[in-house]
């Protein structure tokens, strides 16, 4: 048996009418969700996409009313944001999605008073990630008022207030109330 190289696998395909990779891909689409969330981003199809990750983020830190306590799993929302950043190369829905992020957990935190060190970190982290990411494509300004409120609404335990504004304040200057 061979061994699978990306190579062989282009030396494969190759091979192949136009028609036949049509229909693979075609298959491939059918067969695995993932694919076809793949190629619906590569096409310009982003709204249902961006929805769905974000829904995923709301969904295990936004207490829903039939679904009663959230489930509050950071690394469900991690990876949420990770996937979306493997499709999605927009840096505003990357922006929009990792923002979500941060406010889901941050008032999470603020409404259950959580005491592990991982929620405020996680966020703040994030926070700062995607603060250097804007600006460093330039887009600061545009996302500024939301980087605000996300601070101005932010729980003082652990420090959390005073981590946010401080990364706020590298790429913003004073924060003033």
């Given at each position: 048996m061979k061994k699978f190289t990306l190579p062989a696998l282009k030396k494969e395909l190759a091979k192949k009418t136009k028609e036949e990779l049509i229909k693979e891909i075609s298959s491939l689409c059918?067969?695995?969700?993932?694919?076809?969330?793949?190629?619906?981003?590569?096409?310009?199809?982003?709204?249902?996409?961006?929805?769905?990750?974000?829904?995923?983020?709301?969904?295990?830190?936004?207490?829903?009313?039939?679904?009663?306590?959230?489930?509050?799993?950071?690394?469900?929302?991690?990876?949420?944001?990770?996937?979306?950043?493997?499709?999605?190369?927009?840096?505003?829905?990357?922006?929009?999605?990792?923002?979500?992020?941060?406010?889901?957990?941050?008032?999470?935190?603020?409404?259950?008073?959580?005491?592990?060190?991982?929620?405020y970190t996680d966020p703040e982290d994030m926070f700062e990630e995607v603060l250097q990411l804007l600006k460093k494509n330039g887009l600061s300004d545009k996302f500024q008022e939301r980087a605000y409120d996300i601070v101005n609404r932010a729980t003082d335990s652990w420090g959390h207030l005073d981590s946010l504004q401080e990364r706020y304040e590298d790429v913003y200057g004073d924060f003033i109330r």
């Open positions: 059918q067969e695995f969700p993932q694919v076809k969330e793949y190629y619906k981003a590569q096409y310009g199809d982003t709204s249902d996409i961006l929805k769905r990750y974000i829904d995923i983020i709301e969904k295990e830190f936004v207490e829903g009313k039939r679904r009663g306590m959230p489930k509050a799993r950071l690394s469900v929302a991690k990876n949420a944001v990770k996937d979306f950043r493997k499709l999605i190369t927009d840096i505003e829905l990357v922006a929009d999605v990792m923002f979500t992020f941060v406010e889901c957990i941050s008032n999470f935190n603020d409404e259950f008073g959580v005491d592990e060190e991982d929620y």
